[in-house]
T-cell receptor, first 114, second 113 residues
């Protein structure tokens, strides 16, 4: 069964460093998303991406964040200068249609900023 | 704005016990409601969904009914198994805002043999 994959499973970085979280969505999907979950809190929407551009972003997704689909298969989330409060589980998701309601999620990357 | 509130965990049950995980929502439009499950080390998997009021979603013995009058979507299972141990997330997506899912904070279920 097709699945969304994410790498790495755990990333440790120092405050101020740049990190790139990688996702490989399901191959025929067109819509891509990033969510995050700070420990003990809700899963929060960050950004959605379609047709090589951001279609929506939350207020969390400030100038420190960027997304890219560099090669037609990967979908990346970059945090330019990490802060302690960026420590969280980051989930990638994809869906075939905007109205399908169903998003397929990856296993997540746990980011720890020290 | 839209939001989801679900009961705090962890919930610990013995095998074959009855499970209820409460979920309530706030939405300005016409939300669809979901339960996702996350098994250890895996991604979020769609467990069931309901797209309009009074719909019942069901899968793998789990059920949830979309109750507009109480703005609830409680998850139930009549007889849990050890293999049901996981984290359960209630979520909604709005008819007019397909891009975004709003999630609850998750409820961890531990089932003991």
């Amino acid at each position: 069964e097709p699945e969304v994959t994410q790498t790495p499973s755990h990333q440790v970085t120092q405050m101020g460093q740049e990190v790139i979280l990688r996702c490989v969505p399901i191959s025929n999907h067109l819509y891509f998303y990033w969510y995050r979950q700070i420990l003990g809190q809700k899963v929060e929407f960050l950004v959605s991406f379609y047709n090589n551009e951001i279609s929506e972003k939350s207020e969390i997704f400030d100038d420190q964040f960027s997304v890219e689909r560099p090669d037609g298969s990967n979908f990346t989330l970059k945090i330019r200068s990490t802060k302690l409060e960026d420590s969280a589980m980051y989930f990638c998701a994809s869906s075939a249609e905007i109205s399908s309601y169903e998003q397929y999620f990856g296993p997540g990357t746990r980011l720890t900023v020290t | 704005g839209d939001s989801v509130t679900q009961m705090e965990g962890p919930v610990t049950l013995s095998e074959e016990a009855f499970l209820t995980i409460n979920c309530t929502y706030t939405a300005t439009g016409y939300p669809s409601l979901f339960w996702y499950v996350q098994y250890p080390g895996e991604g979020l998997q769609l467990l069931l969904k309901a797209t309009k009021a009074d719909d019942k979603g069901s899968n793998k013995g789990f059920e949830a009914t979309y109750r507009k009058e109480t703005t609830s979507f409680h998850l139930e299972k009549g007889s849990v198994q050890v293999s049901d141990s996981a984290v359960y997330f209630c979520a909604l997506s709005d008819l007019y805002n397909f891009n975004k899912f709003y999630f609850g904070s998750g409820t961890k279920l531990n089932v003991k043999p």
